[in-house]
């Protein structure tokens, strides 16, 4: 059984004198310094030169510092900007400036895991994950709630690595809703799993093949767009509220003999070979060496998947419709402003 922690197992005091700094101003690192900073916690945000965010931090009454002033200037540094940029501002602007005792923290385990980045012994190495996007990170704690959040240690040499990444947890609110204790490996590779198989990967591609395979059937777009995407979110969220259980007995009975009779020849055996695969590709480094890869040179395939993507029928479709039902939207943060996607 997994260790899961709330407010009542925090020793607040494990972060009450430490000096948080948080490095990037994005999805995670908007949320991350709001909340600690609000918990009473002394952070300051660290930015590029020029940051484009460096005025909307200062808006929100954060310290700004450069990268490596917040560094120098911490004993807990969290590094918040893209997976991929890590390894390069941790050479160039942490580690010149990195003492004996101090934290380094992380919100996923992927530059630890495939060693992109080599802390020295003397420091701790911590994570705290949120289980959500920084927006709902930072709406639930205003609220009063919080999002669940794993954390990790990979280095102990003060001892006390465990008690500050709970301690960290709390302040950004996961331990209202519970903080789960895990390992850099076993989030970092059931994330990116996750991510691919089901929550991205897996359900983009399910949705847009079964409306592809009723708009060349002859049916109508609309119809198909409302059958394939919309109601998607009506059944997870039965799904969400009471698993998938209560997702069965909430459809009508012939709902629920389709899917008993039919879901597993969708899923069938090539597909969880597939699975299987892909998690082999996790597990040895070969999708971390062709991600960073392509992020360092000019990422081509990724933009014209991308743009592929957003050229799909069921965009177009799907934007009409959406427009005529102005409820849905309303009140979400625009792509543009959660400048982030899936963590
Ligand atoms: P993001 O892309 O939203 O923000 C990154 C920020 O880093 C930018 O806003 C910018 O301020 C800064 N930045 C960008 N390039 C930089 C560079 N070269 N040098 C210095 N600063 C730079 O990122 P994010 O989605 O918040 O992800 C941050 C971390 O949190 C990642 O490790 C990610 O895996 C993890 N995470 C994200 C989510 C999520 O939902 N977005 C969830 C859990 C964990
Ligand atoms: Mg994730």
Redesign the pocket.
Known sequence: MANIYYESDVDRSAIADRKVAIL??????HAHALNLKESGIDVCVG??DG?A?EAKASEAGLVVRS?ADASAWADVIML????T?QAA?YEEHIAPNLQAGDALA???G?NIRFDLIQPPADVDVIMV??KG??HLVRRTYVEGGGVPCLIAVEQDPSGGAKALALAYADGLGGARAGVIETTFTEECETDLFGEQVVLCGGVTELVRSAFDTLVDAGYQPEICYFECLHELKLIVDLMYEQGIGGMRFSVSDTAEYGDLSRGPRVINDSVRETMSEILSEIQSGQFAEEWVAEAHSGRENFYRLEAEGREHRIEKVGSDLRAMMPWISAGRVSVQEA?????
């Open positions: 990037g101003y994005g999805s995670q690192g930015l590029r940051s965010s990268l918040l900007m893209p997976d940029d501002v992380f919100a996923h992927f994950a949120p996007p920084g400048s982030g996607g899936q963590g």
